[in-house]
Structure formats: C-alpha cells, structure tokens
C-alpha cells in the first residue's frame, strides 16, 4: 500500500464516523418533527371545534381550554425525547451508534404522530359534546386522557431505551 492509499482510508473512515452523528440527529429531528405533527393536527382539529362551540357559548371557555390543549403534551414529550437524545447524538462514532440513536426515539416519534392525531379527534367530540351539555366538562376529559396513555408509554420506553 502506498502512502496515498492509507490515507484514502483513513479519510473513508473519518467519514463513515460522520455518518452515525448524521443518523443520529436525523432520528431526533424526526423525533421532533414527528410529535410536532401529531400536535399540530390534534390542535387544529381541537382549535377548530371549539371556535365552533364557543362561537354560541363563550361561557364554556374554561371547560373547552383543557380539552383543546390535550394533543399539545406530544410535541412536548418529542423535545423533552431530543433532549435527552442528543447527548448520545453528540458521541456516535459509528454508523451502528447513530443508528442505535435512531431507533431509539423512534417509540417516541410513532406514538407521538399517532397518538396526538386521535387524541385530537377524540377531544373534538367531547368539545361538541360540552358545546351540547356543560355539565360533561369534566367527565369527558378521561377519553382523550386515555389516548395520552400511550404517548406517555412511547416516552418511557424512549428514555429507558436511551437510558440503556
């Protein structure tokens, strides 16, 4: 080998290390955008419905403001999952490191789309239903509760994964 050969693997090596911090910070940016997306349209569908019943009732501001705010916990849980993540981001030497970074908030990212869009939905019912009865306020909290659940479930394994 001459001269030029070994350093040609050595800068093949360089790089393939810049790789795994590039996997990493991927996965915690999809981490992020993910759950933010889940939120975004868990809010919208929330938002909308209660423009709608507060539109006719603005007494039940109080009431509709829980409901509404529910889906917003997932973009929260994908910072707090990014945070926690990119310490390990910072130090993955390898492919392998960054990819085990990746896939280790994905639990966080899923759950977090998932569950932020069908919490939104579910609220949007009970807002119309408080729209209908205000007296169901706080009862009807529980259904969309239920479905945070599983987002908070996608955080605990996340962290433990990144705990690991």
Do not use: H, R, W
Request: charged content about 10%; aromatic content about 10%; overall charge neutral.
């Amino acid at each position: 080998m001459t001269q030029y050969d070994i350093q040609y693997l050595q800068n093949q090596i360089t790089n393939a290390n810049s790789y795994g911090i590039m996997v990493a910070y991927i996965g915690i940016a999809l981490c992020v955008i993910l759950c933010g997306v889940g939120s975004a349209i868990g809010l919208y569908k929330t938002g909308s419905a209660a423009a709608g019943v507060l539109g006719e009732n603005p007494k039940l501001f109080g009431k509709v403001m829980v409901l509404v705010l529910l889906p917003a916990t997932q973009g929260i849980y994908g910072f707090i999952i990014a945070i926690i993540a990119s310490s390990s981001a910072a130090s993955a030497e390898s492919l392998y490191a960054g990819l085990e970074v990746l896939f280790k908030v994905m639990p966080m990212a899923l759950s977090g789309l998932v569950t932020g869009i069908f919490q939104g939905k579910s609220a949007v019912n009970c807002i119309y239903a408080v729209g209908k009865q205000d007296s169901l306020g706080g009862k009807l909290i529980i259904y969309p509760a239920m479905i945070e659940f599983y987002a908070i479930l996608g955080l605990i394994i996340s962290i433990m994964l990144l705990a690991a």
